[in-house]
Nanobody
Framework: QVQLVESGGGLVQPGGSLRLSCKAS????????MSWHRQAPGKERELVAV????????NYADSMKGRCTISRDNAKNTVYLQMNSLMPEDTAVYYC?????????WGQGTQVTVSS
């Protein structure tokens, strides 16, 4: 049974930082491309960052403007999203995603709220 469980969200003041975690199980994590997406109220879900399996290549959406870093720890089957200099516009539910050849999987999401 494939499962992705996000954690690390919460309330943070503008300018603050958060590190999100996504613990994976039920598949060969080290061979699968992982990514983070987010969805704000009334808006489409958008890609935030992606990290490939073997090469570890990373790519980022313009929305974070260099303020986040995606990484993975294959020994722990976990992918991370470090977010800095957070702004109210970053408020959203953040989702972990696993992409395989024949299927893909979503986590349940974790809420990030940026407010003073």
């Amino acid at each position: 049974q494939v499962q992705l469980v996000e954690s690390g969200g919460g309330l943070v003041q503008p300018g603050g930082s958060l590190r999100l975690s996504c613990k994976a199980s039920g598949f060969a994590f080290n061979l699968v491309t992982m990514s983070w997406h987010r969805q704000a109220p009334g808006k489409e879900r958008e890609l935030v960052a992606v990290i490939s399996a073997v090469s570890g290549r990373t790519n980022y959406a313009d929305s974070m403007k260099g303020r986040c870093t995606i990484s993975r720890d294959n020994a722990k089957n976990t992918v991370y999203l470090q977010m800095n200099s957070l702004m109210p516009e970053d408020t959203a539910v953040y989702y972990c995603h696993a992409l395989r050849r024949s299927d893909s999987y979503w986590g349940q999401g974790t809420q990030v709220t940026v407010s003073s």
